[in-house]
């Protein structure tokens, strides 16, 4: 019942709605997420039968927007309007019911339904599902002469290839009577041949009049894609452009930002032998999605080599691989010239660490800390078996708070207290918590994932210092990081990472905001060393 | 399951006096309103409760034989929790100590006291153990989930047992399904005979040496979870898995680790009971005591100090309970194991409910600090 | 003749215990497939078998029994709901309080109440479900083989048997045929996908208490004024957890977890006919181990020895909306 009246009111409405007026809008939105800002007066139109691209880096508030807009969550300020008029959004249901549809980044699929059952579900048309399906069955052909979008209604979703996973995300929104398609993040687990079916449903559909909506931070979609862009950072809204006036490089630079470039001191390199040597590296994420793909590289005594990348592009599952938490599916890792074991379980992380390899990990509250405990178990996880700290059978709890006092005195962390539970200090202190544990104890090798990620000014002075020190000292620095400022300002060289490959190398004196951007984007420049090094 | 004892930066004494206090408030007066409902006065009744369970030197010694059982209890669901488990298999793993304090009580109980009590206790705690082995095994290394395969067990236990007092350990020519009694070097001494050579008079009672067994887990439960290596693996693991895994710590061994030191504990039970008291092997000895321990270490909050207060709070309940239903015929025991379902519907399943809103009322200073950065 | 007789009886007692077991198992099936773990099946089935027996005697209908019976059930169903859906306790400690308190509050009212010890008082035969005879099962009575399957297995159940006979094709139909079936299967595998489609993933998992409290309140109806006459403490004697058992060893599917609670029937009716039987070639076999036979093989399925059971994949785990 409620498919076809969702269906006759698009009828209604139009393909294009009225002329001029924007199909959705919305303005002034605020959303905040405990202190996070995430979306801070943020106003896009969009244009009836347009594609209309938002791009932002990873936490630019892209996503929160459009679950607003989906009535996900609800705005703390600001006006969503639907062919011009406010409208209510109070949950999912009032977003089908005027005439919008989302296509999640991770599918909202029942695995173990059939496409048919899926596509119905909220909107069977009776108590009975027979009645429901047959008539989803009909519309599910019409949709399929229409759009090409075929897909066998009575598949089990869950043995279904995701790129048709994604075609019945589709196919459930227009069998909603969506006439506005939002999809966020479409391409990300999909192969470049479904990608390009993706454009051609999408081209499609609003050849037919519909309006979407493609949230990415990939720039290649938006040029082949979109008709407008609007440029998200950090929860704000830099600008909308048309698509035709603006080319790749100039909105890689607005999306990266250009915020006060930190200046480090560092006298020049003076690397000495590849401690950490990498070859052919190949990695699945958890979810079985090749990540990395044929990554060769190596890190010498005394250098700090950055891999650049706007993230989601492999460097995550790159670090864990190295660090022994996430299997390798292929290629070798040594380090100080001995072969590292396949890794994927906690004995391999602690093999990686005896072997020299400090890590400090990406998320900090996820992997690097264990928040409940107090500072001083949080700052010897990893650590905690060494005979400093087990003197005999019991834990000598003067010997574990004392040694992590004087890491955190020599880390600067505040208040130095030892005996404080780790969550109550703030993201940048849990932060020197974790670097002063993995460098305190100066491995051979360091990986170091987004360092300054939620951290203070003067922390991230602080942990730069501490890296540059390192290096001089002769270690070898593997840095990871989304923030391009750091990587330029720390590394020695910068590999460039994309879609799970390395795309070049650049050392630090060639670097340019413009064409690690380019690079970053997929394309190879000339003038930069193409290749792994 | 993780969660249990989870993070909070409330103040100690909210999270582990307030909170506890409150939950248990509740309960006591549902318990008063049911017990006003079946037309008896509620304060007479927990009056007497009181005086039956601590009025007198033979119901302190009472009392202090049933918080033995749900100290030993108690810390078993406790350290089950720490790992991030729920272990509902305390019940089974009780029996099964019962049975391997029992095996030395028949076959070694002419040894030497000391050499055949000590040698009950161990084989109680290895027996309670390995029961609590096998799940911790099934759930790290096959991914069966603990709750129903620890549910499973008590059954497959009380089978067991069965089978064995029935077919086995059936004292010839005799009905009921019990063992012959031990030879008395394989009974735990009673508290009020130690006492007794000391010329102090407590009053005959239950209470035996395996309060001091209790007393001594407590201790050693404190040392193991927050100092030892493998406390601080167990805990990470039930706090966060993945950090866990990041700090070269195997969430597979901890649980197998946590799974065999819970059941040990609960095993001991088996050393109260069989060679403390019945000085035999005989059925259904474990009274429930097990599924007491997940009350006592919901409202301890897996703390020894919590749970000895807990365990002492049941104490009193089940010695307190048996005495009232003297004085007032129609509030039995059974009054007691309501209490009991409401502490844990209270302080377990309904945590949320107010321990976060109490909790809230202490912490948005100390919260407010922590994410300004 | 000996063993047809022998057969004949231990299918009907197969019948018997079955029936609160399927029940059972099939209210457990609703509160799973939704995504609810329930180890309260035990506390509800006891619940409704004190109500069903309290409200019979006193009124001397079995139906008010059974109404009784019912609404005591869904009053514990609904406190699980709350605990664990409302509130998102941990699902697993809500049911052990459920079961724990129940076990408790029976005999206290029924001693409170009837001043008998943790018991009912015997309820009358015209408070009762009482066997149904079909036409002709008594005069066939003493004819062999097809009328003493007539008489004995056809016939001669109470109300409840055939109801919960009749209840596992219209279960069934319900989760496979309906809207609700198809969103209750939907919220228990992939609350995120009924949350997103608009449908709201709490007022899903209420309904399916709802369902679960009715079935275990016939179940435990069954059990105190149909199998028996009173209610006694303890009287599912962890048929609830045998329950659970058979949902599992069904894999959380209809007909077989049917068969899975035929089967462990079938164990118990057997274990109490073979008690002391010397089996040729086999010798006596212990009583226990049939009776552990169910639990074992639970384990066993679970730990994926035998076969897989995969339980749907969002039960046991409350709804938060993801960021």
């Known amino acids: 019942m409620a498919g076809e009246e969702n269906r006759g009111a698009a009828e209604e409405r139009g393909p294009s709605g009225a002329p001029g007026v924007p199909a959705l809008e919305v303005a002034g939105i605020q959303k905040w997420f405990g202190t996070v800002h995430a979306n801070d007066d943020v106003s896009v139109a969009v244009d009836a039968g347009t594609i209309h691209g938002i791009i932002g880096e990873n936490g630019a508030g892209k996503s929160t927007l459009m679950s607003i807009v989906y009535g996900y969550y609800q705005a703390d300020g600001g006006e969503i309007r639907v062919g011009g008029k406010p409208v209510a959004i109070r949950g999912p249901e009032d977003a089908i019911s005027h005439g919008i549809g989302m296509v999640h980044q991770h599918f909202m699929l029942v695995d173990t339904f059939t496409v048919l059952e899926n596509v119905v579900l909220g909107v069977e048309s009776g108590y009975l599902l027979r009645r429901s399906l047959a008539e989803a069955r009909q519309e599910l052909e019409r949709l399929e002469r229409e759009y090409g979008l075929d897909v066998d209604p009575d598949a089990i979703v869950g043995d279904l290839p995701v790129g048709l996973q994604q075609r019945v995300e589709i196919l459930k929104a227009l069998y909603r009577g969506a006439d506005i398609l939002i999809l966020d993040e479409p391409t990300g687990v999909l192969t470049p041949q479904e990608v390009d079916d993706l454009f051609r449903i999408l081209r499609a559909l609003r050849d037919q009049g519909r309006t979407i909506v493609l949230i990415t931070h990939k720039l290649r979609e938006i040029m082949a894609l979109t008709d407008r862009v609007t440029v998200m950072r950090a929860g704000r809204v830099v600008d909308h452009v048309r698509t035709a006036e603006t080319d790749r490089a100039q909105l890689a630079a607005m999306m990266v930002g250009r915020s006060v470039l930190l200046r480090v001191e560092k006298g020049a390199a003076a690397p000495g032998e590849a401690l950490l040597r990498v070859e052919n590296l190949a990695v699945r994420d958890r979810a079985g999605v090749l990540r990395v793909r044929d990554v060769s590289f190596s890190v010498r005594t005394g250098e700090i080599v950055g891999i650049a990348g706007v993230a989601g592009n492999g460097q995550s599952e790159l670090l864990e691989a190295l660090a022994g938490t996430l299997a390798r599916e292929g290629g070798t ?100 918590i974790v670097v002063g544990r993995e460098m305190g104890r100066e491995p051979d090798v360091l990986l170091v994932g987004q360092p300054t990620r939620g951290v203070d000014i003067g922390a991230i002075e602080f942990i730069h210092r501490q890296l540059v020190a390192m290096r001089d000292a002769g270690k070898a620095i593997l840095l990871v990081s989304v923030e391009l400022d750091e990587i330029m300002s720390l590394s020695d060289r910068i590999l460039v990472m994309f879609d799970g490959a390395i795309v070049g190398e650049v050392a630090q004196a060639q670097a340019d905001e413009r064409i690690l951007g380019l690079m970053m984007a997929g394309e190879r420049v000339a003038g930069a060393e193409a290749g792994p090094a | ?228 290596r493998w406390g601080y693996e167990i805990r990470a693991v039930g706090l966060n898995e993945s950090a866990a895994v990041y700090g070269g710590i195997s969430p597979a061994r901890a649980i197998m680790l946590a799974m065999a030191v819970s059941g040990g504990l609960a095993g001991l039970v088996g050393v109260n009971e069989i060679i403390g008291v019945h000085h035999r092997l005989l059925l259904e000895f474990t009274a429930g005591y097990g599924f007491v321990g997940i009350a006592v270490a919901l409202m301890g909050r897996n703390h020894p100090v919590g749970i000895l207060l807990a365990a002492l709070l049941f104490g009193i309940l089940y010695q307190g309970g048996s005495e009232l239903a003297f004085d007032m015929p129609n509030v039995t025991r059974d009054m007691v194991v309501v209490l009991q379902g409401l502490v844990v519907l209270f302080s377990g399943a309904l945590e949320h409910m107010f321990r976060a809103r109490i909790e809230r009322l202490f912490t948005r200073r100390a919260r407010a600090v922590a994410e300004a950065a | 003749m000996e063993a047809v007789t022998w057969i004949v009886l231990v299918i009907d007692a197969t019948l018997r215990v079955s029936t609160p077991l399927i029940l059972a198992a099939f209210a457990g099936m609703f509160a799973e497939r939704s995504g609810v773990v329930d180890i309260g099946l035990e506390g509800k089935m006891l619940g409704a078998a004190f109500g069903a027996a309290a409200a019979a005697y006193v009124t001397g209908s079995p139906w008010i029994g059974l109404l009784a019976g019912i609404g005591t059930s869904v009053a514990l169903a609904m406190i699980h709901a709350f605990a664990c859906v409302t509130h998102k306790g941990n699902q697993v400690v809500s049911g052990m309080a459920l079961n724990i308190l129940v076990a408790g509050l029976g005999p206290v009212l029924s001693l409170a109440w009837f001043g008998q010890g943790g018991q009912t008082p015997m309820v009358s035969d015209a408070g009762r479900f009482r066997p149904l005879h079909f036409p002709f099962a008594d005069r066939l009575a003493d004819v062999p083989f097809l009328a003493q399957i007539y008489s004995e297995i056809v016939s001669g159940h109470n109300l409840i048997v055939y109801l919960a006979l009749g209840m596992v094709p219209l279960a069934a139909w319900f989760i496979y045929k309906t809207r609700f079936g198809l969103r209750l299967r939907a919220v228990g595998e992939a609350p995120e996908a009924v949350d997103t489609a608009g449908i709201s993933v709490a007022g899903m998992r209420y309904r399916a208490m709802v369902v679960c409290g009715i079935l275990c309140g016939v179940a435990g109806t069954s059990l105190s004024i149909a199998q028996n006459a009173l209610f006694v403490r303890d009287m599912t004697a962890g048929m609830g957890y045998l329950a659970l058992a058979a949902l599992i060893f069904g894999k959380w599917r209809p007909v077989p977890t049917l068969f899975a609670c035929f089967l462990f029937a079938f164990a118990d009716a057997v274990q109490a006919r073979l008690q002391g039987v010397d089996i040729p070639g086999v010798g006596i076999i212990p009583v226990q181990a049939i009776q552990a036979l169910p639990y074992l093989l639970t384990v066993l399925l679970l730990a994926g020895f035998v076969g897989k059971a995969v339980p749907p994949r969002a039960s046991g785990v409350p709804y938060v909306k993801e960021r």
């Open chain 2, 1 to 228: 399951m993780s969660g249990f004892g989870g993070p909070t930066q409330a103040p100690a004494w909210v999270t582990h006096g307030l909170v506890p206090l409150i939950n248990l408030g509740l309960a006591l007066l549902i318990a008063g309103i049911i017990i006003a409902a079946i037309g008896e006065n509620p304060f007479e009744a927990l009056k007497l409760l009181v005086l039956g369970a601590v009025g007198y030197p033979e119901a302190i010694g009472y009392t202090l034989y049933y918080t033995t059982n749900f100290v030993f209890t108690g810390l078993a669901v406790a350290i089950a929790f720490h790992c991030g488990l729920f272990n509902i298999g305390g019940e089974g793993q009780a029996y099964l100590g019962g049975l391997g304090a029992g095996l030395i009580g028949l076959y070694l109980g002419h040894w030497p006291a000391p050499v055949a009590i000590v040698l009950a206790i161990a084989a109680a705690m290895a027996f309670g153990a390995f029961w609590a082995f096998i799940p911790g095994w099934l759930q790290a290394r096959r991914g069966s989930h603990i709750v129903i395969t620890t549910i499973m067990f008590n059954f497959l236990a009380a089978a067991l047992m069965t089978y064995l007092l029935v077919e086995v350990f059936i004292k010839p020519g005799q009905q009921a399904a019990e063992s012959r009694t031990f030879e008395a070097g394989a009974w735990l001494p009673f508290v009020h005979d130690v006492l007794a050579g000391f010329g102090v008079d407590i009053g005959r009672s239950s209470l035996n040496l395996s309060v001091v067994v209790a007393a001594v887990c407590l201790v050693l439960f404190w040392f193991f979870v927050w100092r030892t």
């Open chain 1, 333 to 432: 890792v040594e380090i100080a010239g001995a072969p590292a074991a396949p890794g994927g379980h906690a004995e391999a992380a602690r093999a990686m660490r005896r072997a020299g390899l400090g890590h400090v990990p990406e998320d900090r509250q996820r992997m690097g800390l264990v928040t409940a405990f107090d500072a001083s178990e949080s700052g010897i996880l990893g650590y905690h078996r060494e005979r400093q700290y087990n003197p005999r059978m019991l834990m000598s709890r003067g010997a574990v708070v004392g040694a992590v006092r004087r890491t955190m005195e020599e880390f600067d962390v505040r208040p130095p207290l030892p005996q404080l539970r780790t969550a109550s200090f703030s993201g940048g202190n849990q932060q020197k």
